[in-house]
């Protein structure tokens, strides 16, 4: 069964600091890897794409990672910011499919 | 352009009523997705379409879900009859065929009593 695993469940961090959320795929054959960012009450939005040759994408304080050997890939907020507070969903493209599969996301906590 | 705009936002309905979500995709995008979000289960695709006709149904829980799309610019969710465990975070979403990036609606929150 084509699986994507998200870690940690949930994250509380201090603003200023750095952290990082993990994504563990088995989906096959890979197309693309999305992390979305979805915040309260909102519907998700793309922060990042990566395609298998990819190994490092940046987008702002936003630093996505992908190993496809390993199928695993990261994603590092630098300085986090209160904003950062959200879900934070993982979302892996079958190749030659136009259904995408979805991990059940990180909730990240960013206190003051 | 205003994006997927979904409706109505909040649906707080009695057990058995039938309920309709509503969703108007981005202009020019030919796929659209009806997920289901909770917390036990995350985001779980239900239906999507591909120029308005449905191409995979299997993730629709039940037979009391129904999708339809009847033109390119407007798709339903109905749930006949509502039941409590239907609660949830229901989004749509449209994308074009070039492009895998999916845009999501604000959501409609159904809550089933």
């Known amino acids: 069964k084509n699986q994507v695993e998200q870690s940690p469940q949930s994250l509380i961090i201090l603003e200023g600091k750095n952290c990082t959320l993990q994504c563990n795929y088995t989906v096959s054959p890979f197309s693309n890897l999305r992390w979305y960012k979805q915040d309260t009450g909102r519907g998700p939005v793309s922060l990042t794409i990566?395609?298998?040759?990819?190994n490092t994408k940046s987008n702002g304080r936003y630093t996505a990672t992908l190993d496809a050997d390993t199928k695993q890939s990261s994603l590092h907020i630098t300085a986090s910011q209160l904003s950062d507070s959200a879900s934070y969903i993982c979302?892996?493209?079958?190749?030659?499919?136009?259904?995408?599969?979805f991990g059940r996301g990180t909730s990240l906590i960013v206190h003051p | 352009d205003a994006g997927v705009i979904q409706s109505p936002r909040h649906e707080v309905t009695e057990m058995g009523q039938e309920v309709t979500l509503r969703c108007k995709p981005i202009s020019g995008h030919d796929y659209l997705f009806w997920y289901r979000q909770t917390m036990m289960r995350g985001l779980e695709l239900l239906i999507y379409f591909n120029n308005n006709v449905p191409i995979d149904d299997s993730g629709m829980p039940e037979d009391r879900f129904s999708a339809k799309m009847p033109n390119a610019s407007f798709s339903t969710l109905k749930i006949q009859p509502s039941e409590p465990r239907d609660s949830a975070v229901y989004f749509c979403?449209?994308?074009?065929?070039?492009?895998?990036?999916?845009?999501f609606g604000q959501g409609t929150r159904l809550t089933v009593v």
């Open positions: 979403a449209s994308r074009t065929t070039s492009n895998t990036e999916a845009f």
């Open positions: 990566m395609t298998f040759s990819e």
């Open positions: 979302v892996v493209m079958k190749g030659g499919s136009y259904i995408p599969t």
